[in-house]
């Protein structure tokens, strides 16, 4: 058990290339922290420098009360879970995960006490004399958490562990994986591009792009306070609206022209203003209140996915596209124009030059 | 997969006939004449052969020259298989982690592979040449007279070198493909949980390699034996005189210089059959703990 503190750590590559901008943050004991965001942000080779895969160019990684930046991977006390599994192809799954017990020559009953324990918990039990090639990806992947389980690390290292597993079983081993962080009590760093892996694993979220930080916060903070339309568009499916507006006569309305009202609640006279499908509310009229939001939307595509429907239209017949939630049975007809209304509280306001939440 | 059926019988047979009749007419036939002449003792000139039964056999492996010279052939086989496999490992595994300028280290390394052995010998005579061969300087330094095609350890000594230097850049191109080819996770696995590299090398990447070694290690037994002879004959300049000789070259010398096809066909059926149990020890033996991804 240990935190894990990163102080303005940068990485830059040979050319001159920035792939991790200066990040700093601090994570708790027994946390488990997710870092997602889209491929070439950064966040692989984030989780590299702190397993001591990847030097550090600058700034400071310490685990524990320990500055690791110089530590050979072997002594940093954590423990790594692969995207491919990396498993020993030439070693039965107890010597896979009795390898690097070994290898710190720690006592035989106490080897076999930890490898028994850790196949118990996984499962895995049956299959301790076989090969990885004679296991499943599933199985494969169970025995890449035992291996990290039985070094009792002062903190898990995951580098999206699930992507190669089919979808069922990718949310099996999410519960599990969540279930195994809670009782172990470990220190966890996560990385996924996955936005739904992110929103039910973590307790903390950090939100990369581009090799820099963008958000760092709860689930639910993250998700319903956005710090950046970057974030606004990555977390949650279907994305984000997004749609340029300009003021008008206080309030405001489209940059493409009609079809949209909105009340203008920090004074700016452009913002991007963002909302949520989900808090669209569907209306054959306008909406008669003025604190609220309300649009003029043409009905595109209907796309049910079983639970809801995604109903995807345009303001006005111009303007960005926007997408809608619609309970399952909906049925609307391409070219139907609609009525959509929200409240004011569920309307996100960004600077439309550099795109940062603007807090009310 | 798909099955295709060819609609005359023969002709999967007629496009196999060029592969067949290269392996008929240059090593069955050969294979044959060579174990049909093992049983006569030919005349000098050609003119005729008289059957002998198994006096070849028995000629050969009850000359004390014979005993000698396999003794030789088994040293020399062993060093340049040890050496050339060792010194290939040691620099592919070097060369795998070098980062900037990896294509020049190594185009230098390959590079030698395209030289013809008899060039590598004629190379190994200038690097050992008695007055201006600067290995000779170098060793003469800590007082090693070398006198090639003099001394018998000396002679054994730079045909060892010259043949393991001949053979290192083709196992080296192995040795590095096969390195490439261990996943780069498992290797980074491999360093969590284990902090000494040597250890780590031993007990993940060399078992992983061990099908690429396992290849090599036939190949180059079989170069040690057999593909050496143009290095021997450049060393020697074909007067051999008390100098080492393999068992290859003894053929040679036997059949060619000494005009004696009998004993010589002997001696290379012996070769053949010792080759061929080799090769099924190695099978049975080494493949079974080897593990094939």
Request: charged share 20%; proline share 4%.
């Amino acid at each position: 058990m240990a935190t894990i503190t990163l102080d303005t750590v940068r990485k830059v590559y040979a050319g001159n290339v920035e792939a991790v901008k200066g990040v700093s943050v601090d994570i708790d004991d027994g946390e488990f922290i997710v870092l997602v965001g889209p491929s070439g942000c950064g966040k692989s080779t984030l989780l590299r420098m702190i397993a001591g895969l990847e030097d550090i160019t600058t700034g400071d990684i310490s685990i524990g009360d320990r500055i690791v930046n110089k530590v050979d991977p072997a002594d940093r006390d954590i423990a790594m879970v692969f995207q491919n599994y990396a498993l020993y192809p030439h070693m039965t799954v107890y010597n896979n995960l009795a390898y690097g017990l070994r290898n710190r020559k720690i006592a035989k009953d106490e080897i076999d006490r930890r490898v028994k324990e850790a196949a118990r918990i996984l499962e895995i039990g049956d299959y301790l004399e076989r090969k990885p090639r004679m296991l499943s990806g599933g199985q494969r992947q169970r025995v890449a958490m035992g291996r990290a389980i039985v070094r009792e690390p002062a903190a898990f290292l995951f580098d999206e562990p699930l992507s190669n597993l089919d979808a069922k079983l990718r949310v099996q081993m999410r519960v599990e994986i969540k279930r195994l962080q809670k009782a172990l009590g470990t220190t966890s760093v996560y990385v996924t591009h996955d936005q739904l892996e992110a929103m039910t694993l973590a307790d903390r979220l950090i939100v990369l792009n581009g090799g820099a930080i963008e958000q760092i916060g709860a689930p639910v903070d993250v998700y319903d306070k956005p710090a950046s339309t970057f974030v606004a568009s990555f977390i949650g499916s279907p994305a984000m609206n997004l749609v340029p507006v300009r003021s008008e006569n206080g309030r405001l309305q489209a940059e493409s022209g009609a079809g949209l009202d909105a009340p203008n609640l920090h004074g700016s006279d452009r913002y991007l203003l963002g909302i949520r499908p989900e808090h669209l509310e569907i209306s054959g009229e306008k909406a008669n209140g003025t604190d609220g939001l309300s649009m003029e939307f043409t009905v595109n595509v209907l796309e049910p996915v079983g639970a809801e429907s995604y109903i995807y239209g345009q303001l006005d017949g111009a303007g960005p596209e926007i997408v809608v939630r619609a309970p399952s049975h909906a049925r609307y007809d391409p070219g139907t124009v609609l009525y959509l209304n929200a409240t004011a509280a569920d309307i996100h306001f960004f600077d439309a030059e550099n795109g940062r939440r603007i807090e009310g | 997969m798909k099955k295709v059926q060819f609609r005359n019988a023969w002709f999967p047979y007629l496009l196999l006939l060029p592969q067949l009749s290269i392996v008929a007419i240059f090593f069955l036939w050969p294979a044959a004449e060579a174990v049909r002449s093992s049983f006569y003792l030919e005349d000098p000139f050609g003119f005729g052969a008289t059957f002998v039964g198994f006096d070849n056999f028995v000629d050969t492996i009850t000359s004390t020259d014979y005993g000698r010279i396999a003794r030789f052939t088994g040293i020399f086989t062993f060093c340049v298989t040890f050496l050339s496999l060792g010194i290939a490992l040691l620099l592919a595994v070097k060369a795998d982690k070098v980062i900037h300028g990896a294509s020049t280290y190594k185009t230098l390394l390959m590079w030698v592979y395209a030289v013809a052995p008899p060039v590598a010998g004629l190379i190994a005579i200038l690097l050992f040449d008695q007055h201006v061969g600067p290995i000779v300087k170098l060793v003469a330094l800590f007082g090693w007279k070398m006198q090639i095609g003099v001394n018998y350890f000396d002679t054994g000594f730079a045909m060892v070198i010259a043949a393991v230097w001949k053979q290192i850049p083709v196992n080296f191109i192995f040795f590095l493909s096969g390195l490439q080819g261990i996943s780069k996770s498992v290797q980074e696995a491999a360093s969590i949980d284990c902090r000494s590299g040597f250890r780590r090398f031993w007990t993940v990447t060399f078992p992983l390699l061990a099908p690429t070694g396992f290849f090599l290690l036939i190949i180059n037994i079989t170069y040690a034996f057999f593909d050496t002879f143009g290095i021997i004959d450049v060393i020697l300049k074909t007067e051999p005189g008390n100098n080492p000789v393999t068992l290859v070259y003894k053929v040679y010398l036997d059949g060619f210089r000494g005009n004696d096809l009998g004993g010589s066909s002997a001696q290379s059926v012996v070769l053949m059959i010792l080759v061929f149990i080799l090769t099924v020890i190695q099978f049975r033996l080494i493949e079974r703990r080897i593990h094939y991804t």
